[in-house]
Every structure is written in structure tokens, then in C-alpha cells.
């Protein structure tokens, strides 16, 4: 006799993309504003991006309840930390403290596919890339969400380096002005606004540098 | 004597009525470094008095920081004080969580009330040996709150707390009228008088004090030593002529402090029960 499936899950998917791209002294974070289930549109104005902490900023697609969760969770425990260091958390701390969230529930995960940004002690731009049970990465780039498969090959093509074995040592960090980046975004999001049903209506973009951060917003195809 | 043969456990009544070790955890309160506290309708100030053991060393943290819109100043056993800080940040942060929104300062006294109450009815604690003076901002206005280690709470207008309180509760008694409209400066300015009425002539200066606001509009922080002896400054010249007439105030007798409620005078012999209202 075949084993009988659940007909419910708990999970949905609200569909959606994030990028994020590291600068020498900046970064970028941007996600569309939409959030789907199955074919329908529950809204066109909905925010992807939490900052959860002074100089890190954190896009997540996937299942907007549980990224709800995982953002309160983090804003939780970096008041607990604030309490007891008396400063903020910096954004490798972040990052670390949001792979060990995720691998908590390494067995009912979180459906949410993030991507943090932000600046590293010394200032520079730093991006980190993980899956949903917390495996993560440091890296110069990277996207989740519905439109990642059109978008990655792109920032591959532009964003890039040569290989890690090559010399002199290239850094991970792109070497584009803060203006480029953000302009390389909106192309982006663009064209995967095209194909991919779930991206588009609106772009909300962040970025965070020495003098703070700013929000920019774009508008995408509404179909 | 009867003090001696019933104040072993916590969990052993006087034939009077009284829990001595309760009664001797308040001792130790009084014991503590001065800390004040004092509102107006839209802020609330805590004051204390730092004095490190030695020279060589730093002295202890006695204002906490809770959440945003609540702060505690402390007097007595810090190590207490300092736990139970982490229970009310705690608090917050879950109630936060929860509902998405500040935890009323009624609420948490409340409940840091109930937990002291806890160690004065069970035979392997002992009472914590702190006083707190609880400053929080909620929409029902500006509060501040002493919390007992007999488990007892009230609200203050203003108030005192540790060694040589009775002379800073003596200048805001005399002055708490005054407190209800006054300026978020004029507080600090207060709260900085009442302070100096403890230190009982040593020179007021931002080293030896910690100065914390919590208001509408102004998230509970801890002013910086640069702008508190900037208002120390300010006032010397002015405070320099009412000082001198504080002092003979500050040796009379006990009386009820600010209102609302009466305060206790200390027990002197077998007096009233201190916890006792």
C-alpha cells in the first residue's frame, strides 16, 4: 500500500528576487515589492529588505511568514546583544548569528532564501549569500528568490572575477562606483521583471555606506 | 534579642508579624550607594551616586538600561541588581515580540514584584538584596516605581533609595510640587541638587555621578559625563547660595516622603514592620 501524503503544507511561496552587491566602501540591496501566491498577487507593495542592524541589511524571498519570524527573531537577539556590548552588531557577526537561526530549525527550516549586505568593520562592502537551513557564504554578489536563475548568469557576466587562483589577488568586492552598482541593479531587475511572473511592480533599493543609508525605489513591470 | 532567635530562615515568623530576613534585606538597600529618582508628566530622571572601592579601580554600573521607554537605577546588592536587569530586558524583548508593542512600566513592576515575593516564601532562597527605582514611559504617561525586595512596589513622584537617601528626599520633598510641569532641564537640574544633598558636602562633579533621562520623544539613555558637568557648571553658582540652607533640613526627623504613598521610617528597634503600609 502507498504511503499516504499530507495534502496540507505549512509552507507557501510568495515569490519575489533579492540581489545584493558589494562595493569597496558601500553596498547594495535590492528586492522587488511583490508578493504572490500561486498565480494571484496579494500585493505590489510589500518590503523584502529589514535592516536589522546599523550598518546590515538583510533581502529575503521565499515564505513572507517565516521571514517575518526570522526578522523578528534577529531584531530580538541584537537587542540582547546591544544590552550586553553596549554597541552594535557588526555585519559578519550578523551573518553568522543568522546561519546558527537558521540551522536551529534545521529540521522544519525557515522557507526563506536571504541575502545579507552591509559594511564589514573597516568599512568595506560585504555580502552574504545562504540557503534555508543556514549554509552561507561570503561573497562579492549574489541573488535569491523566483528570479535568480535569470538573474545570477548576468551578475556572473558583469561582476565576476577571474579566478581565485589567478595573481595578483583580486578582491571579491566589485570595483564599479556606487552609481554603476545601482544602475546595473535596475537592469537587472528589469529583465527578470520580463520573464519571471513573480519579480516585478515596484524596486526597492538600499544602500548603505559610510554617511548611512538610503532607500531608492524604481518601478517594474506590473504585469 | 527576639531579632536573633526568629531570623534564621526567610520561611520564620517573628511572634510580631515580621519576616527579619526581609527586614535585613532592606537593611542592605540602605547600606547600597544613594541612587533618586524623579517625574514630571513627560519625563523621568534617575540619578546615582558612583563611588569606586578604590582609586585603582572602576566603579559599578548602577543605571540600566531596560528597553527603550524603561531604566532602573539600583541600590544595594549590585550583583542582584544586575540579574535583575537582565529579567526585565528579557521581559520586554518577549513582550515585544508578542504584541509589537513597549511593555507597560505598570506591568513590569508588577511582575519583578511577584519574582521578589517568590524568595520571601521559599526555605532554599534568600530575598534579593536590592532596591529598584524603575523609571518608564508608557502611554499612560511618565512613571517611577520602587520596587522592595519584600516583594512590595509603589509609585513615586519622587524618590531616594541607599546610604544618607533621607538628605536627597528631604530637598525633593521640599521641592516636588514643583516637579510635575518643570522642563526636561529643570529635572536634570533637580536631580543633580538632589544628588549633591547625599555626597553631604564633597564637591558634585560628573565623575562622581550618573545622570539618566527617559522621555516623550527621548528613548531612556544615560546623559554622557561631559553634559552633566556642563549643567553642574551651570547651577554651581546659583545652588552655592541654597546650599548651605539645605543643610540643617537634613537632619530631621523621618516623615512620610513624597506622595503618593507614605514611606516608612527606618526601624529603629522594634518599630513599625518596614514592609508593613
Known amino acids: 500500500m502507498p504511503k499516504e501524503q499530507a495534502n496540507w503544507s505549512p509552507y507557501d511561496n510568495n515569490g519575489g528576487s533579492c540581489v545584493a552587491v558589494a562595493g569597496a566602501d558601500y553596498c547594495v540591496i535590492a528586492a522587488d515589492t511583490r508578493m504572490s501566491t500561486g498565480y494571484n498577487i496579494l500585493t505590489r507593495d510589500y518590503s523584502k529588505i529589514c535592516k536589522l542592524a546599523d550598518k546590515c541589511v538583510m533581502a529575503s524571498s521565499g515564505f513572507q511568514a517565516d521571514v517575518k519570524a526570522l526578522q523578528k527573531h534577529l531584531a530580538a537577539r541584537h537587542l540582547i546583544y546591544q544590552h550586553q556590548h553596549n554597541k552594535q552588531m557588526s555585519c559578519p557577526a550578523m551573518a553568522q548569528l543568522l546561519s546558527n537561526t537558521l540551522y536551529y530549525k534545521r529540521f522544519f527550516p525557515y522557507y526563506s532564501f536571504n541575502v545579507l549586505g552591509g559594511l564589514d568593520n573597516e568599512g568595506k562592502g560585504c555580502v552574504f549569500t545562504y540557503d534555508a537551513v543556514g549554509s552561507y557564504e561570503k561573497v562579492g554578489y549574489s541573488c535569491q528568490g523566483s528570479g535568480s536563475t535569470l538573474i545570477m548568469p548576468f551578475l556572473d557576466n558583469q561582476l565576476k572575477s577571474p579566478s581565485p587562483l589567478l595573481l595578483p589577488a583580486q578582491d571579491a568586492v ?32 538600499v544602500v548603505i555606506n559610510a554617511d548611512g543609508i538610503r532607500r531608492e525605489y524604481m518601478d517594474l513591470r506590473k504585469d | 534579642m527576639f531579632r536573633n532567635q526568629y531570623d534564621t530562615d526567610v520561611t520564620t515568623w517573628s511572634p510580631a508579624g515580621r519576616l527579619f530576613q526581609v527586614e535585613y534585606a532592606m537593611e542592605a538597600v540602605k547600606q547600597g550607594s544613594a541612587a533618586i529618582g524623579l517625574r514630571s508628566k513627560t519625563h523621568v530622571v534617575l ?39 537582565r529579567y526585565m530586558r528579557n521581559e520586554c524583548i518577549n513582550y515585544s515580540f508578542t504584541y509589537e508593542s513597549p511593555l507597560p512600566v505598570g506591568r513590569l513592576v508588577v511582575q519583578l514584584a511577584d519574582k521578589a515575593q517568590v524568595c520571601t516564601q521559599r526555605s532554599w532562597k534568600r530575598p534579593y538584596g536590592v532596591g529598584l527605582l524603575v523609571a518608564g514611559l508608557d502611554e499612560s504617561g511618565a512613571h517611577l516605581y520602587y520596587n522592595c525586595p519584600s516583594g512590595n512596589y509603589f509609585e513615586y513622584q519622587a524618590f531616594a533609595i541607599g546610604s544618607r537617601s533621607q538628605a536627597a528626599k528631604t530637598y525633593l520633598e521640599r521641592r516636588f510640587e514643583s516637579f510635575r510641569d518643570a522642563s526636561r532641564d529643570d529635572l536634570v537640574k533637580d536631580a543633580l541638587m538632589a544628588i549633591r544633598e547625599t555626597l ?72 513599625v514592620a518596614p514592609m508593613d503600609i
Open chain 2, 200 to 271: 553631604q558636602g564633597e564637591t558634585l562633579k560628573s565623575s562622581v555621578c550618573t545622570v539618566a533621562v527617559v522621555g516623550v520623544g527621548e528613548p531612556f539613555h544615560i546623559l554622557d559625563q561631559g553634559t552633566v558637568q556642563q549643567m553642574i557648571d551651570a547651577f554651581e553658582i546659583v545652588a552655592e547660595q541654597e546650599g548651605p540652607a539645605a543643610e540643617p533640613d537634613a537632619d530631621a526627623g523621618q516623615e512620610a516622603s513624597a506622595e503618593p504613598e507614605p514611606e516608612q521610617g527606618a526601624a529603629a528597634g522594634e518599630g
Open chain 2, 47 to 85: 540619578g546615582c551616586v558612583n563611588k569606586a572601592n578604590s582609586e585603582l579601580s572602576s566603579h559599578q554600573k548602577k543605571i540600566f538600561k531596560v528597553d527603550d521607554h524603561i531604566g532602573v537605577a539600583i541600590a544595594g546588592l549590585t550583583a542582584d541588581g544586575r540579574v535583575l536587569s
Open chain 1, 174 to 205: 566589485t570595483p564599479l562606483a556606487e552609481a554603476e552598482a545601482i544602475d546595473l541593479i535596475k537592469t537587472v531587475f528589469a529583465s527578470a521583471s520580463e520573464r519571471d511572473i513573480y519579480t516585478g511592480d515596484k524596486l526597492e533599493i
